[in-house]
C-alpha cells in the first residue's frame, strides 16, 4: 500500500526566505505526484503536476522536484511571503490497483507560517 | 463550470438521519474523486468514476455509504443513518482523464453529526 509521508510537519519562517517542503513515497510506481496548498477551512488548489517521467515543474516563486526511483519530491518556494501561509499537501497517484486508479494517496501536510 | 461546485457548504444532521451531498465536477471531466478528511487527519480517498461507473467502493468506509453519477457529469455521495464519526469535510475532485492529469478541488462541504 502506498505511504507518503511529508516533513516538516510544521514550519515557521520569516517572510522573505526560500524554503523547501519534503514528500516521500513509498512505491516508486507512480503516475503522477501534485502538490497543492489548502488554506483553513477552504478545499484544495492545485499547485503543480509532475508526471512520473518529469524531474521538475516551476510556477512564479514555486519549483518541485522529482526523483522517482528514490521516492522523493521536494517543493522550493523562493522569496516567502505572509500569503504564502497555508498547508502544502503533496499526493501521488499510483499504478498499484492492478493498472486501476485508486485515486491520489496524500501526505498529512506541512503547515507552513510565514511570519511578516 | 469554472471549477468543481460542492453543495451544500455546511451541513448539520441528527444522528440517524440520511445526508446527500452534491458535485458538480469541472464541465467536460470524466474523473471524478471523492475524499473524506477529518479534524487533524490527512484525507482519506473514497471512491472514484470513470464516467458513470465506480470500478472500485472499497474505500468506502462502510455500506452506509454509496455514491453514484449520472451522466456523466453530477455525483452524489449518500451516507445512510449518520454516526457522530462521520462527521468531516468532504471533498470532490474531477480530472480530464482518469490518469495523469490535474486533479482540482472543490471547497468542501463541512458534516457535522450531532
Known amino acids: 500500500k502506498q505511504e507518503v509521508t511529508q516533513i516538516p510537519a510544521a514550519l515557521s519562517v520569516p517572510e522573505g526566505e526560500n524554503l523547501v517542503l519534503n514528500c516521500s513515497f513509498t512505491d516508486s510506481a507512480i503516475y503522477n505526484l501534485q502538490w497543492f496548498r489548502q488554506d483553513p477551512g477552504k478545499g484544495l488548489t492545485s499547485l503543480l503536476l509532475i508526471q512520473s517521467s518529469q524531474r521538475e515543474q516551476t510556477s512564479g516563486r514555486l519549483n518541485a522536484s522529482l526523483d522517482k526511483s528514490s521516492g522523493r519530491s521536494t517543493l522550493y518556494i523562493a522569496a516567502s511571503q505572509p500569503g504564502d501561509s497555508a498547508t502544502y499537501l503533496c499526493a501521488v497517484s499510483g499504478m498499484y490497483s492492478g493498472g486501476g486508479a485508486d485515486g491520489l494517496t496524500f501526505g498529512k501536510g506541512t503547515h507552513l507560517i510565514i511570519q511578516p | ?114
Open chain 2, 1 to 114: 463550470g469554472a471549477g468543481v461546485s460542492q453543495s451544500p457548504s455546511n451541513k448539520v444532521t441528527e444522528k440517524g438521519k440520511d445526508v446527500e451531498l452534491r458535485c458538480d465536477p469541472i464541465s467536460g471531466h470524466t474523473a471524478l474523486y471523492w475524499y473524506r478528511q477529518s479534524l487533524g487527519q490527512g484525507l482519506e480517498f473514497l471512491i472514484y468514476f470513470q464516467g458513470n461507473s465506480a470500478p472500485d467502493k472499497s474505500g468506502l468506509p462502510s455500506d452506509r455509504f454509496s455514491a453514484e453519477r449520472t451522466g456523466g457529469s453530477v455525483s452524489t455521495l449518500t451516507i445512510q443513518r449518520t454516526q457522530q464519526e462521520d462527521s468531516a469535510v468532504y471533498l470532490c475532485a474531477s480530472s480530464l482523464w482518469l490518469m495523469n492529469t490535474e486533479a482540482f478541488f472543490g471547497q468542501g462541504t463541512r458534516l457535522t453529526v450531532v
